[in-house]
């Protein structure tokens, strides 16, 4: 089953144009995801509509980031791009006439919304701030890693 990679995709741009001192064009952004530039550009006019990014016509133009990024959570992220689907499991038949089935729906429900709940809820804890930081200590940890060296393999 094919996962839905959305949100990911998302917040991978964005911490590219957080730390870029200049404007990517849809076809930039869509090369890091290996994905069609017009699916970029859906998915960041939904972004531009609450805010959080800014679109520019011409020579120089491009997306960038219009806001603050220690007030915009992965939840305000996640409800921009649809809400998507937390979880690829799900009950193998919706309506079902047997009982049993019906024992097994009421109880993956049940343990698929509380677990949905509260990773959605925790989203609310991560700032973008948050994960660019974690890249800046990770690029600090990756460059000044010592057997980073295009022979050793790694």
Sequence with gaps: MRRDSKLSSILHVL???AHANRPFTSE???GFLD???VLVRRVL?????RGYVGSGKGHGGGWSITCDLRKVTLRDIYEAVGSPTVFAMGNR???PECLVERAVNDAL???FDEAEALLI???KDVTLADLSDRFNQGYAHHKGNQHDHPTSGK
């Excluded at 006019?45 to 509509?49: I, K, S, T, V, Y």
């Design 15 to 17: 911490l590219h144009m």
């Design 28 to 30: 930039e952004l869509a």
């Design 35 to 37: 994905t069609n530039p």
């Design 45 to 49: 006019a939904g972004l531009r509509e």
């Design 93 to 95: 038949v919706e309506q």
């Design 109 to 111: 429900a049940g343990a």
């Design 121 to 123: 809820e925790r989203f």
